[in-house]
C-alpha cells in the first residue's frame, strides 16, 4: 500500500511542479504595458522619433527588469537604418493632359509619396492600364507580355486576378496571394522600368477603406536605404479612387468596368490610355536611424541552445498624423501596443520558467507601418544566424474582447506550425479558425512574413472571433467595426472596458506553444507547396 501512494505521489509531482513553475501571465501586467504604450506621451511611437525612442527604451528596461539577456552584442538595441521621406503638401502637383484633362486632389482622389530618398520626386509620362500587373509564371500569366512600358506611369487594380470557376485554385482562389500586395505590385513595376504606379482603390478589394490610405501615406514615408543591387526606384508610387480613375478614362473613352473585365483574363494586354500625367513634389529627406529591441532567454542544451525559437511583434505606429475628430495622435492601442504588451509578458514569464532546451529570442521590430522595414532588415542582417532560428512565432494585435474559443492563425496552412498548434489547444476545446478575409492577404502584411520569405516557418497568433459569454457572431463584429472605423486612426486608443482576459490566454497560449517549440526533438516544416520552402536554409545544430 505505501509503495503505491509512494508510486502515485512520485507519478504526480513532476506534472504539479511544471504547472507550479510555469509563472502566471496576468490582465494587470497586460494593462500596465499597454496603458504605457499607448498613451499619448508617446505620440503614436512613429520610428526615428521621440515617442519611438522612448517606446523601444521601455520595452529594453522591461526585458532587462524581467532578467532577459540583451540579445545584440550586449545591447537589446539592433540599429535598423531609415529614411524618412516627407512630401511637402504645398507642392504636390498631379495633372491630367492629352486625352483627359483635369487635375487629381491630393488626398481626395490621389494619395503619392517618393519612391526614394530623393529631394524631389516625378513622374511624367502616359498612363498604361497593366491590369494587376501580375507576372506568374507558376500560374501561366503575365499582365505585360513583352509591352515596353520604361518611363510610363503604370495604372493597377488591387488584389489578384479572381478565380472562375473552371480554375477555383487560381492565383489562391478566394486568399491573396504575394502577387496581389501592393509591395509587389511597385516592385514588379520597377522590375519594368516605370516611371509611377498608381493603384486603384476599392474598400471590398484593399481590404480597408479610403481613409486608411490617406492615414497611412498621406504622411511621412520611412523607407531602408536603397540596395544598389535593385533596379531604379519609382519616381512616384500611389493610390487612386476607384471614382477618380473611372472618370478620368471615361474622359479618354475607355470604361474601367469593362478593362477590369478583360484584365481577369490570360489574353489580357496593356492597355495604353493616351493620358498623359505629370506627378511632381517636393520632399524633405532624413537620414534617421531607429531600432529593433532583441532579448535572449537562454536555452539549456549543449546544443540546441544554439537554436532559436523567435517570437516577434512591432512596437511601430503611425506617430503624428492627419487630424480625425480633433485628434491627431495615432496612439495603436489594437496595433500593435496590444501584441507588445502581450509579448512583454510571455518574455518575463519564459525568463522565469525553467530552461527550454532550445533559447528563445524575443525581438520587437520597428516600421511594421511602413513596409515591415524592421523585421525585413533583421531577416536581411539576422543577430543569430538565419539557418538556426527554427520558427518565428508573430503577434500583431492582442485580444482585447475577452477569452475565445478560436484562434485566428495566418500561415497555418503554410507549415507545420498550424497542426501543431491546433494540437496544442484542442485538449482546452480551442481550434483554429479560417480567415475570416483570406482575400486580404492578411498572411503579407505583417512581420512574420520577413522571416517566411527568408525561409523561416512562421506565423501569426491571434484571437479568433468566437468570444466566450458573447453570441454567435459578436467578435466579427467587432472586427469588422475596427477594421472600419479605427484601424490606423487616431481613434484606436487605449479604452477602460478593454478585456484583458482574452490577452492573458492569448499570451499563455504562445509562451506554452514557444516552450513547446523549443523543447520538441524535430523542427517545423514548410508544407510541399509553399512558396517559401525553397528558400529555408538548413538547420544549423
Not at 492629352?98 to 529631394?119: E, F
Not at 500587373?133 to 503604370?154: C, N
Not at 501543431?420 to 512581420?447: C, N, T
Given at each position: 500500500?505505501?509503495?503505491?501512494?509512494?508510486?502515485?505521489?512520485?507519478?504526480?509531482?513532476?506534472?504539479?511542479?511544471?504547472?507550479q513553475?510555469?509563472?502566471?501571465?496576468?490582465?494587470?501586467e497586460?494593462?500596465g504595458?499597454?496603458?504605457?504604450?499607448?498613451?499619448?506621451?508617446?505620440e503614436g511611437?512613429?520610428?526615428?522619433?521621440?515617442?519611438?525612442?522612448?517606446?523601444?527604451?521601455y520595452?529594453?528596461?522591461?526585458?532587462?527588469?524581467?532578467?532577459?539577456?540583451?540579445?545584440?552584442?550586449?545591447?537589446?538595441?539592433?540599429?535598423?537604418?531609415?529614411?524618412?521621406?516627407?512630401?511637402d503638401?504645398?507642392?504636390?502637383?498631379?495633372?491630367?493632359?492629352?486625352?483627359?484633362?483635369?487635375?487629381?486632389?491630393?488626398?481626395?482622389?490621389?494619395?503619392?509619396?517618393?519612391?526614394?530618398?530623393?529631394?524631389?520626386?516625378?513622374?511624367?509620362?502616359?498612363?498604361?492600364?497593366?491590369?494587376?500587373?501580375?507576372?506568374?509564371?507558376?500560374?501561366?500569366?503575365?499582365?505585360?507580355?513583352?509591352?515596353d512600358?520604361?518611363g510610363?506611369?503604370?495604372?493597377?487594380?488591387?488584389?489578384d486576378?479572381?478565380?472562375?470557376?473552371?480554375?477555383?485554385?487560381l492565383?489562391g482562389?478566394?486568399?491573396?496571394?504575394?502577387?496581389?500586395?501592393?509591395?509587389?505590385?511597385?516592385?514588379?513595376?520597377?522590375?519594368?522600368?516605370?516611371?509611377?504606379?498608381?493603384?486603384?482603390?476599392?474598400?471590398?478589394?484593399?481590404?480597408y477603406?479610403?481613409?486608411?490610405?490617406?492615414?497611412?501615406?498621406?504622411?511621412?514615408?520611412?523607407m531602408?536605404?536603397?540596395?544598389?543591387?535593385?533596379?531604379?526606384?519609382l519616381?512616384?508610387?500611389?493610390?487612386i479612387?476607384?471614382?477618380?480613375?473611372?472618370s478620368?478614362?471615361?474622359?479618354?473613352?475607355?470604361?474601367?468596368?469593362?478593362?477590369?473585365d478583360?484584365?481577369?483574363?490570360?489574353?489580357f494586354?496593356?492597355?495604353?490610355?493616351?493620358?498623359?500625367l505629370?506627378l511632381?513634389?517636393?520632399?524633405?529627406?532624413?537620414?534617421?536611424?531607429?531600432?529593433?529591441?532583441?532579448?535572449v532567454?537562454?536555452?539549456?542544451?549543449?546544443?540546441?541552445?544554439k537554436?532559436?525559437?523567435?517570437?516577434s511583434?512591432?512596437?511601430?505606429?503611425?506617430?503624428?498624423?492627419?487630424?480625425?475628430?480633433?485628434?491627431?495622435?495615432?496612439?495603436g492601442a489594437?496595433?500593435?501596443?496590444?501584441?507588445?504588451?502581450?509579448?512583454?509578458?510571455?518574455?518575463?514569464?519564459a525568463?522565469?520558467?525553467p530552461?527550454?532546451?532550445?533559447?528563445?529570442?524575443?525581438?520587437?521590430?520597428?516600421?511594421?507601418?511602413?513596409?515591415?522595414?524592421?523585421?525585413?532588415?533583421?531577416?536581411q542582417?539576422?543577430?543569430v544566424?538565419?539557418?538556426?532560428?527554427?520558427?518565428?512565432?508573430?503577434?500583431?494585435?492582442?485580444?482585447?474582447?475577452?477569452?475565445t474559443r478560436?484562434?485566428?492563425?495566418?500561415?497555418?496552412t503554410?507549415?507545420?506550425?498550424?497542426?501543431?498548434?491546433?494540437?496544442?489547444?484542442r485538449?482546452?476545446?480551442?481550434?483554429?479558425?479560417?480567415d475570416?478575409?483570406?482575400?486580404?492577404?492578411?498572411?503579407?502584411?505583417?512581420?512574420?512574413?520577413?522571416f517566411?520569405?527568408?525561409?523561416?516557418?512562421a506565423?501569426?497568433?491571434?484571437?479568433?472571433?468566437d468570444?466566450?459569454?458573447?453570441?454567435?457572431g459578436?467578435?466579427?463584429?467587432?472586427?469588422?467595426?475596427?477594421?472600419?472605423?479605427?484601424y490606423?486612426?487616431?481613434?484606436d486608443?487605449y479604452?477602460?472596458?478593454?478585456?484583458?482576459?482574452?490577452?492573458?490566454?492569448?499570451?499563455?497560449?504562445?509562451?506554452?506553444f514557444?516552450?513547446?517549440?523549443?523543447?520538441?526533438?524535430?523542427?517545423?516544416?514548410?508544407?510541399?507547396?509553399?512558396?517559401?520552402?525553397?528558400?529555408?536554409p538548413?538547420?544549423?545544430p
Amino acid at each position: 500500500m505505501f509503495r503505491s501512494l509512494l508510486t502515485i505521489v512520485l507519478s504526480v509531482t513532476p506534472v504539479l511542479a511544471a504547472a507550479q513553475s510555469r509563472p502566471r501571465i496576468t490582465t494587470a501586467e497586460i494593462d500596465g504595458h499597454l496603458r504605457f504604450l499607448s498613451s499619448d506621451l508617446l505620440e503614436g511611437r512613429a520610428p526615428a522619433t521621440r515617442g519611438g525612442r522612448l517606446a523601444s527604451e521601455y520595452i529594453a528596461s522591461q526585458l532587462r527588469a524581467a532578467g532577459v539577456e540583451p540579445g545584440v552584442n550586449g545591447s537589446y538595441f539592433q540599429r535598423v537604418p531609415i529614411d524618412v521621406v516627407t512630401a511637402d503638401p504645398a507642392s504636390i502637383v498631379a495633372t491630367a493632359s492629352g486625352r483627359a484633362t483635369g487635375t487629381l486632389r491630393s488626398p481626395d482622389d490621389v494619395v503619392i509619396w517618393a519612391g526614394s530618398a530623393a529631394d524631389a520626386s516625378a513622374a511624367r509620362g502616359e498612363l498604361v492600364f497593366v491590369g494587376y500587373g501580375a507576372v506568374a509564371p507558376e500560374y501561366k500569366w503575365d499582365d505585360f507580355k513583352g509591352v515596353d512600358v520604361r518611363g510610363k506611369i503604370l495604372l493597377v487594380l488591387v488584389n489578384d486576378p479572381p478565380a472562375p470557376a473552371a480554375e477555383p485554385a487560381l492565383f489562391g482562389g478566394a486568399a491573396m496571394t504575394y502577387y496581389g500586395r501592393w509591395t509587389y505590385k511597385f516592385e514588379e513595376a520597377e522590375r519594368h522600368g516605370a516611371a509611377g504606379m498608381l493603384i486603384v482603390h476599392t474598400t471590398e478589394r484593399a481590404g480597408y477603406p479610403w481613409h486608411t490610405v490617406v492615414g497611412s501615406w498621406a504622411k511621412e514615408q520611412r523607407m531602408l536605404p536603397r540596395d544598389p543591387s535593385l533596379p531604379a526606384p519609382l519616381g512616384v508610387r500611389g493610390w487612386i479612387t476607384d471614382e477618380r480613375a473611372t472618370s478620368l478614362l471615361r474622359d479618354a473613352g475607355l470604361d474601367l468596368a469593362k478593362l477590369r473585365d478583360q484584365a481577369a483574363s490570360r489574353a489580357f494586354r496593356p492597355v495604353a490610355t493616351g493620358i498623359m500625367l505629370d506627378l511632381h513634389f517636393t520632399n524633405a529627406v532624413q537620414h534617421l536611424a531607429s531600432e529593433n529591441v532583441v532579448g535572449v532567454v537562454r536555452g539549456r542544451d549543449p546544443t540546441l541552445s544554439k537554436q532559436y525559437v523567435a517570437l516577434s511583434a512591432h512596437w511601430d505606429h503611425l506617430g503624428i498624423g492627419a487630424p480625425a475628430n480633433g485628434d491627431s495622435i495615432y496612439n495603436g492601442a489594437s496595433d500593435n501596443a496590444s501584441g507588445v504588451a502581450d509579448l512583454l509578458a510571455v518574455a518575463r514569464a519564459a525568463a522565469a520558467s525553467p530552461p527550454t532546451r532550445r533559447s528563445l529570442l524575443f525581438i520587437f521590430v520597428t516600421a511594421e507601418e511602413s513596409g515591415l522595414l524592421g523585421s525585413a532588415y533583421f531577416a536581411q542582417t539576422p543577430t543569430v544566424p538565419a539557418a538556426q532560428i527554427v520558427a518565428n512565432l508573430n503577434v500583431d494585435g492582442g485580444n482585447l474582447l475577452g477569452r475565445t474559443r478560436d484562434l485566428n492563425v495566418l500561415g497555418d496552412t503554410k507549415s507545420s506550425l498550424g497542426p501543431q498548434l491546433a494540437a496544442m489547444v484542442r485538449p482546452q476545446g480551442m481550434r483554429i479558425s479560417a480567415d475570416l478575409h483570406p482575400e486580404a492577404g492578411h498572411f503579407y502584411r505583417s512581420d512574420h512574413f520577413s522571416f517566411a520569405k527568408a525561409g523561416i516557418p512562421a506565423v501569426s497568433i491571434g484571437a479568433g472571433t468566437d468570444v466566450v459569454g458573447r453570441p454567435a457572431g459578436w467578435g466579427a463584429q467587432q472586427d469588422d467595426d475596427y477594421t472600419a472605423h479605427r484601424y490606423h486612426q487616431p481613434s484606436d486608443e487605449y479604452r477602460p472596458d478593454f478585456d484583458l482576459t482574452g490577452a492573458a490566454q492569448l499570451s499563455e497560449i504562445v509562451l506554452r506553444f514557444a516552450q513547446q517549440l523549443a523543447n520538441a526533438s524535430s523542427v517545423p516544416t514548410w508544407n510541399r507547396d509553399a512558396e517559401f520552402r525553397a528558400v529555408r536554409p538548413a538547420v544549423q545544430p
